[in-house]
Protein backbone atom coordinates (compact mmCIF):
# COMPACT_ATOMS: atom_id res chain seq x y z
CA UNK A 1 0.00 0.00 0.00
CA UNK A 2 1.27 3.55 -0.49
CA UNK A 3 -0.17 6.99 0.44
CA UNK A 4 0.18 10.01 -1.75
CA UNK A 5 -0.40 13.45 -0.86
CA UNK A 6 0.27 16.40 -3.12
CA UNK A 7 0.54 19.98 -1.97
CA UNK A 8 1.67 23.34 -4.08
CA UNK A 9 -1.07 24.22 -5.91
CA UNK A 10 -2.70 27.51 -6.47
CA UNK A 11 -3.52 30.53 -8.31
CA UNK A 12 -1.05 32.09 -10.56
CA UNK A 13 -0.80 34.66 -13.63
CA UNK A 14 0.41 33.39 -16.82
CA UNK A 15 4.13 32.80 -17.30
CA UNK A 16 4.90 32.21 -13.66
CA UNK A 17 5.74 29.07 -11.74
CA UNK A 18 4.79 26.53 -9.40
CA UNK A 19 6.21 23.69 -7.63
CA UNK A 20 4.09 20.80 -6.85
CA UNK A 21 5.17 18.12 -4.30
CA UNK A 22 3.50 14.78 -3.70
CA UNK A 23 5.01 12.70 -0.27
CA UNK A 24 4.54 8.97 -0.23
CA UNK A 25 4.46 6.94 2.70
CA UNK A 26 3.74 2.73 2.92
CA UNK A 27 6.24 1.49 0.69
CA UNK A 28 9.57 1.82 -0.16
CA UNK A 29 10.02 4.53 -2.09
CA UNK A 30 12.84 4.27 -3.76
CA UNK A 31 11.73 1.42 -6.02
CA UNK A 32 8.51 2.40 -7.38
CA UNK A 33 7.78 4.53 -10.45
CA UNK A 34 6.02 8.16 -10.30
CA UNK A 35 4.02 10.03 -11.98
CA UNK A 36 1.80 13.33 -12.17
CA UNK A 37 -1.08 13.54 -13.94
CA UNK A 38 -3.56 16.16 -14.41
CA UNK A 39 -7.57 16.63 -15.35
CA UNK A 40 -8.76 19.56 -16.66
CA UNK A 41 -12.66 21.79 -16.71
CA UNK A 42 -14.50 18.86 -18.85
CA UNK A 43 -11.24 17.01 -20.03
CA UNK A 44 -10.08 13.77 -19.60
CA UNK A 45 -7.16 12.88 -17.10
CA UNK A 46 -4.01 13.16 -19.22
CA UNK A 47 -0.35 12.18 -18.49
CA UNK A 48 2.18 15.38 -17.55
CA UNK A 49 5.18 13.44 -16.74
CA UNK A 50 6.55 10.52 -14.79
CA UNK A 51 10.62 9.29 -13.71
CA UNK A 52 11.88 6.06 -12.78
CA UNK A 53 12.99 4.70 -9.30
CA UNK A 54 16.36 5.63 -10.02
CA UNK A 55 15.45 9.24 -11.55
CA UNK A 56 18.19 8.10 -14.62
CA UNK A 57 15.06 8.10 -16.39
CA UNK A 58 11.94 10.77 -17.37
CA UNK A 59 8.97 11.35 -19.34
CA UNK A 60 7.18 14.12 -20.23
CA UNK A 61 3.90 14.88 -22.60
CA UNK A 62 4.89 17.07 -25.49
CA UNK A 63 2.41 19.80 -24.42
CA UNK A 64 4.79 20.27 -21.16
CA UNK A 65 8.22 19.85 -22.54
CA UNK A 66 10.54 21.88 -22.13
CA UNK A 67 8.68 23.85 -19.32
CA UNK A 68 8.02 21.15 -16.31
CA UNK A 69 10.28 19.73 -14.38
CA UNK A 70 9.48 16.04 -12.86
CA UNK A 71 12.38 15.34 -9.86
CA UNK A 72 12.47 13.26 -6.81
CA UNK A 73 14.46 13.14 -3.42
CA UNK A 74 14.37 9.44 -2.34
CA UNK A 75 15.51 10.15 1.09
CA UNK A 76 12.56 12.42 1.60
CA UNK A 77 9.88 9.62 -0.26
CA UNK A 78 8.68 13.29 -2.20
CA UNK A 79 8.59 13.54 -5.75
CA UNK A 80 8.29 17.30 -7.20
CA UNK A 81 6.61 18.62 -10.30
CA UNK A 82 8.41 22.25 -11.48
CA UNK A 83 6.42 24.09 -13.81
CA UNK A 84 7.44 27.06 -15.55
CA UNK A 85 5.69 28.93 -18.06
CA UNK A 86 2.43 28.53 -17.04
CA UNK A 87 -0.38 29.12 -19.33
CA UNK A 88 -3.95 29.41 -18.78
CA UNK A 89 -4.67 25.68 -20.55
CA UNK A 90 -2.27 24.36 -17.71
CA UNK A 91 -5.07 24.96 -15.32
CA UNK A 92 -6.31 21.71 -14.27
CA UNK A 93 -6.63 19.34 -11.00
CA UNK A 94 -2.88 17.51 -10.41
CA UNK A 95 -2.50 14.28 -9.08
CA UNK A 96 0.42 12.35 -8.62
CA UNK A 97 0.56 8.74 -9.13
CA UNK A 98 2.67 5.48 -8.32
CA UNK A 99 3.46 2.11 -10.41
CA UNK A 100 4.73 -0.48 -8.47
CA UNK A 101 6.15 -2.17 -11.48
CA UNK A 102 7.05 -0.51 -14.72
CA UNK A 103 6.75 3.24 -16.03
CA UNK A 104 4.84 4.81 -18.75
CA UNK A 105 2.01 7.48 -19.36
CA UNK A 106 -1.24 5.52 -19.38
CA UNK A 107 -3.33 5.79 -15.92
CA UNK A 108 -4.51 2.67 -16.06
CA UNK A 109 -1.32 1.00 -15.20
CA UNK A 110 -0.89 3.36 -11.99
CA UNK A 111 -1.70 1.48 -9.08
CA UNK A 112 -2.01 4.26 -6.47
CA UNK A 113 -3.23 7.97 -6.55
CA UNK A 114 -3.06 11.15 -4.38
CA UNK A 115 -6.43 12.96 -3.84
CA UNK A 116 -5.03 16.05 -6.38
CA UNK A 117 -4.45 19.68 -5.88
CA UNK A 118 -5.44 22.80 -7.77
CA UNK A 119 -3.66 24.51 -10.25
CA UNK A 120 -5.08 27.63 -11.94
CA UNK A 121 -3.54 29.74 -14.20
CA UNK A 122 -4.95 33.19 -15.29
CA UNK A 123 -4.70 34.92 -18.54
Known amino acids: QVQLVESGGGLVQAGGSLRLSCVASGRTFSKIGMGWFRQGPGKEREFVAA????????YYADSVKGRFTISRDNAKTTVYLQMDSLKPEDTAVYYC????????????????WGQGTQVTVSS
Open 51 to 58: IRWSSSTT
Open 97 to 112: AAQIYGLGNAARNYDY
